[in-house]
């Protein structure tokens, strides 16, 4: 192999070499704004959640309903198996009209359940998939499920199931 042939295959290895190298560089750089990013929606999706969960046990219809999205597509389900009951309010205006009516029913506030901290949560672009446990003074334990839209740059809760499973008990029936 002459000189001239060795240089193009050195040049030609080292221009591979180093481009495969920019490109790893660029996928790094990738994943760590995409981290930052899951990390920040999260944040954001906690804090709807937990300013929606304390207006709700405050009594704070206004402030609760900041927290929704305000479309004839959304729902809210609840199934309660200590009570035997199923609740489910389809589209914003049934479902405004349940919290107000509950509220008007029930004025007085109850303890707000220990904020959340932990989320599972599945980004989908402007929507969300969140999904986790909390344990209720009153109710005991819940499990909830919502779906969460970005509406102007805010989180909003777009749909919602609740599953309370009371509180647990060693008796034998």
């Not at 030609?12 to 481009?19: A, C, D, E, Q």
């Not at 760590?32 to 300013?51: F, R, S, W, Y």
């Amino acid at each position: 192999m002459n000189f001239k042939k060795l240089m193009i295959l050195t040049s030609t290895v080292l221009f591979f070499t180093i481009s495969c190298e920019e490109i790893k560089k660029q996928e790094s750089e990738e994943t760590v704004d995409q981290t930052t990013d899951t990390t920040q929606e999260k944040e954001a999706i906690l804090e709807t959640l937990n300013n929606e969960t304390r207006a709700a046990f405050q009594r704070n219809y206004e402030s609760w309903k900041e927290k929704w999205v305000h479309d004839e597509d959304i729902t809210k389900i609840y199934i309660d198996f200590p009570e035997n009951t199923f609740s489910e309010s389809l589209g914003w205006n049934e479902i405004s009209q349940f919290v107000k009516t509950f509220i008007e029913e029930h004025p007085e506030p109850e303890p707000v359940p220990e904020l959340l901290d932990e989320i599972d949560v599945r980004l989908y672009g402007n929507g969300a998939w969140v999904s986790y446990e909390q344990q209720d003074s009153l109710r005991g334990l819940k499990r909830e499920t919502r779906l969460m839209e970005k509406v102007d740059g805010e989180w909003k809760i777009a749909g919602m199931q609740t599953t309370i499973y009371g509180f647990e008990t060693n008796e034998i029936e």
